[in-house]
């Protein structure tokens, strides 16, 4: 008998907290839904509190995720078989992270811009970002520069976050912008564009804080410019 | 090969397939005798998804004398690495020809393309993308059909190796809405009234669980630019 054999099934309430968490890095990372899911429990059961679970054991997962796509590692389909598992996970913790007042980093309002319904990078951003522990109110597709500052009026956030998949469509962004210089609102917020076919020097151009190649690194942005803003608030 | 007398082909060893041209473009030596003489005033640099179409067009004698070479049409796969492969062409047949034209639009570069043939002085094609210039560029502008999912012919044709494989939906079908889910309909914008082609687009949007639509737009703007490109070298 081998002694390890590759097809012998795991038990996940056998294994101890620390295999435990790496297993479920590996099932994550194998977007496998419904182990995430068990996993997310058992360590519940086992009396974790919800934020432990969510830091160290999804987004600690997705963290790999994250970086073997920035990599060349992983693809579009992997990341989101994993983000799906990610997400079977976090609809657990949501309802007991709200309950017990896990910290929160900072809120983003998130949107893909008008005239484009493309809405997977914007997914998988407002998902990291509430793993990272952001509060995230995401308007979905489609958004005109008015749905944007009404969003922004009535949710107050530190972060507008948009994106656009289409050369057609990403010079929106700059509408928005200068919509927000011309009514006096621009510096009120951090602002980070993000999609397929920007980058550095368009999220200059039109007047971005930052431009997010990915997921991962508008985690990174937002957690950078938001210590940033607190520090020049301070220095006051 | 039968050859025209100024040396170029009017039949000989047949198109490259499809995924040919998808994965390896379309070889200079494919339009053009290797020991001509004469060497062409104007070369194309096409994308590899257009071979077929660039070629219809130049079977007429106004277009005849413009020289091809199609850069592999599976770039578009990786929008970012077009740039640097047009770059490379330009400057590997700058020397040889007086007149270069880029059969590329925009093409997902946001913008870059453009960028890169301002730098080099040569011309490019107007538009997004060649749903665009195939259905018209301002015709396609004023549709603002954010809904709909697009296929040319040659599309049609690679859309496993355009579609659903890069997309991982051979290994993972459950992500198909994942995708589409904001999509409405599949456009399929036909250069050539072939029925098979139709067929088999018809089955890509039951694929997809999208409705199907059909239109066909011939060359649209793609020969208006190349008859203007050979006009202009007259």
């Known amino acids: ?42 360590l519940l059961d086992r009396g974790w509190a919800p934020y432990r679970v969510l830091t160290e054991a999804l987004v600690g997962g997705m963290k ?6 920035r990599d060349g590692i992983l693809f579009v389909p992997e990341v989101l078989l994993a983000a ?21 980093i900072g809120k983003m309002v998130i949107g893909t811009v008008k005239g484009d319904i493309h809405d997977i ?37 530190d972060i507008l976050g948009m994106s656009a998949l289409l050369t057609t469509t990403m010079p929106y962004m700059k509408v928005v912008i200068d919509t927000m210089v011309a009514e006096g ?8 564009v993000g999609g397929a076919p920007l980058n550095e020097e368009f999220g200059r151009a039109i007047g971005a804080d ?16 938001i210590a940033r803003r607190h520090n020049s608030l301070a220095a006051g | 090969m039968t050859r025209t007398p100024d040396g170029f082909a009017t039949s000989g060893p047949s198109l490259p397939s499809d995924i040919e041209l998808t994965t390896a473009g379309l070889p200079l030596a494919w339009t053009v005798e290797p020991n001509a003489a004469e060497r062409g005033r104007i070369l194309l640099i096409a994308c590899g998804a257009l071979a077929r179409e660039v ?29 640097a492969a047009v770059r490379t062409a330009v400057e590997q047949h700058r020397g040889t020809y007086a007149h270069i034209k880029l059969l590329y639009a925009d093409c997902g570069t946001g913008g870059q393309l453009a960028t890169l043939c301002e730098e080099l002085g040569i011309e490019m094609l107007p538009g997004p993308h060649c749903y665009a210039f195939f259905d018209g560029t301002e015709r396609f502008a004023a549709r603002a059909e954010m809904t709909s999912f697009y296929l040319t012919d040659f ?65 649209g703007d793609l020969g208006t630019a190349m008859q203007g490109w050979a006009r202009s070298d007259r």
Not at chain 1, 84 to 104: C, D, V
Not at chain 2, 56 to 77: E, M, V, Y
Request: proline share 5%; aromatic share 6%.
């Open chain 1, 1 to 42: 008998m081998a002694e390890n054999d590759p097809e012998e099934e795991i038990i996940l309430s056998e294994l101890d907290d620390t295999e435990l968490v790496e297993q479920m890095f590996d099932d994550l990372y194998d977007g496998m839904r419904e182990e995430i899911e068990e996993g997310v429990r058992i």
């Open chain 1, 121 to 157: 990078g914007k997914n998988l951003v407002s998902m990291m970002m509430e793993g990272a522990g952001f509060e995230v109110v995401d308007l979905g597709i489609n958004n005109a520069v008015e749905s944007y500052l009404e969003a922004m009026e009535r949710e107050k956030p």
């Open chain 2, 55 to 83: 070629l219809a067009l130049r079977a007429q004698p106004s277009l005849s004398h413009l020289h091809l070479t199609c850069l592999p049409a599976n770039l578009h796969n990786h929008p970012e690495r077009i740039p």
């Open chain 2, 155 to 219: 599309l049609v044709r690679q859309f496993d190796a355009f579609v659903w494989r890069p997309l991982g939906l051979d290994r993972h079908p459950e992500l198909r809405d994942a995708y589409f889910g904001n999509y409405r309909n599949l456009v399929h914008l036909a250069q050539i009234d072939d029925p098979d082609t139709a067929q088999l687009a018809k089955r890509h949007a039951e694929r997809l669980g999208l409705d199907f639509e059909r239109r066909v737009t011939g060359y």
């Open chain 1, 185 to 192: 609102l621009r510096d009120d917020y951090i602002v980070l």
């Open chain 1, 64 to 69: 790999i995720v994250g970086e073997d796509f």
């Open chain 1, 210 to 225: 930052a431009y997010c190649r990915d997921a991962a690194v508008a985690v990174e942005t937002a957690k950078a410019l």
């Open chain 1, 84 to 104: 799906n598992a990610m997400k079977g996970g976090m609809a657990i913790l949501k309802p007991l992270l709200a309950e017990t007042g896990a910290p929160t």
